[in-house]
């Protein structure tokens, strides 16, 4: 796969700036006029460059929306603060990134390194992130000969480092994935699931729709496309296209109904439910939070919903308390928040996004005594 190259911050102008940072926030530009009292129209001629952003306030009550320090806005060579406790092991992550020329100091049996990697599997569906930070250097060494537990250790490594915030880093990891895959279609796409999922946290929608779509005609396992389908429309969610998006989830959605059995042998999740979330998350994406709403509480209630991996289900959680939190509802937020820390305690206090939505329900208004307690628990106050 070719890389694509990512633009330099430092060369954008304050308008593009703004308009990057909202993209990776999920807003809309009608979600960031609304508030900062501001219309949509005015919004994009910020972001086009045709208005100009020459007072100092307004620069801080649009940073404020975006949770960013102001000066990431007006300095974007200044590193952008995190709502998060680093946690101990993506140093070590990046170290092992960076020698993958080295050859481990011993040869580990085939068997044994996928053992390693079917234990890492399991340890990232049940959010035991620091755990995971901790094995991956020495998995990734182990599997540096092994071509199809190597594909899987850099897919692991990409899903984690995207969740802790690290994108960059994990779409480094994703395309080193792809690239040991050469040769196998099914691996091929399975790591294209993890480009996509790294360039979406990057802000790069639409090369993420671009990789997805080329992938899907190759991969021939239906979990595998099914996923890939999944992807790409949120991709086009996040490019705005509404229509596009729905019609590569109807896609997705015929490739679910017809699989059968839990086998999961690619570790996607793949299947109706994960459907109905990819659906929950355009909307959100899109900015009708009602119909996101709407389409959380239809996935929750299915049987297969708690079939989930742990990850995943808390994973939706945090974003269906993002989509409580935009309609208005405060009570039904700190509930959904709540009830993801106490499936995957991880998903929440060390993911960024997670961290500073907690934040943000608790001074939102007076919050209930468990979003109080949360709070407190990770170290974040009113």
């Known amino acids: 796969m070719t890389r694509p190259v990512l633009p330099d911050a430092d060369e954008l102008p304050i308008g593009r700036r703004v308009a990057r940072w909202r993209v990776r926030r999920r807003m809309t530009q009608q979600m960031l006029a609304d508030r900062i009292g501001k219309s949509k129209s005015w919004v994009d001629k910020v972001e086009r460059g045709v208005r100009s952003l020459d007072r100092y306030s307004t620069v801080q009550e649009i940073a404020e929306v975006l949770r960013l320090d102001p000066a990431v806005l007006l300095d974007p060579r200044r590193p952008p603060p995190t709502a998060t406790a680093r946690l101990d092991g993506v140093d070590a992550v990046r170290a092992a990134l960076a020698r993958y020329h080295r050859h481990p100091a011993r040869t580990v049996p085939p068997d044994e390194v996928q053992r390693h990697v079917a234990h890492a599997w399991l340890t990232y569906q049940h959010a035991h992130y620091a755990q995971l930070l901790r094995a991956l250097p020495t998995l990734l060494d182990a599997a540096h000969a092994t071509p199809g537990p190597l594909v899987s250790a850099y897919r692991i490594t990409a899903s984690v480092l995207v969740k802790l915030g690290e994108a960059d880093l994990g779409w480094l990891a994703a395309d080193r994935a792809v690239a040991a895959a050469v040769g196998d279609p099914v691996r091929t796409g399975a790591a294209t699931i993890a480009v996509a999922q790294a360039l979406r946290a990057l802000g790069r929608d639409r090369l993420a729709l671009t990789a997805a779509v080329a992938a899907i005609g190759t991969a021939a396992d239906d979990a595998v496309r099914g996923t890939l389908f999944l992807q790409a429309a949120l991709a ?95 009570t039904a937020a700190g509930f959904t928040l709540v009830e993801a820390d106490t499936i995957a305690p991880a998903e929440v206090r060390c993911r960024p996004a997670a961290r500073t939505l907690v934040a943000e329900i608790a001074r939102s208004g007076p919050p209930a005594a468990d979003v109080a307690r949360l709070a407190t628990t990770i170290g974040l106050t009113r």
């Open 236 to 330: 086009a969610a996040g490019c705005g296209d509404g229509h596009r998006a729905e019609d590569l989830i109807d896609h997705a959605a015929v490739l679910a109904d017809r699989r059968t059995g839990d086998d999961d042998p690619h570790h996607t999740a793949f299947g109706p439910t994960a459907v109905l979330l990819a659906r929950f998350l355009t909307a959100q994406r899109l900015g009708d939070t009602a119909e996101a709403v709407h389409r959380h509480e239809k996935a929750v209630r299915r049987d297969d919903w708690r079939r989930l991996p742990v990850e995943h289900r808390a994973a939706h959680l945090v974003d269906a308390a993002r989509a409580y939190l935009d309609a208005g509802n405060l």
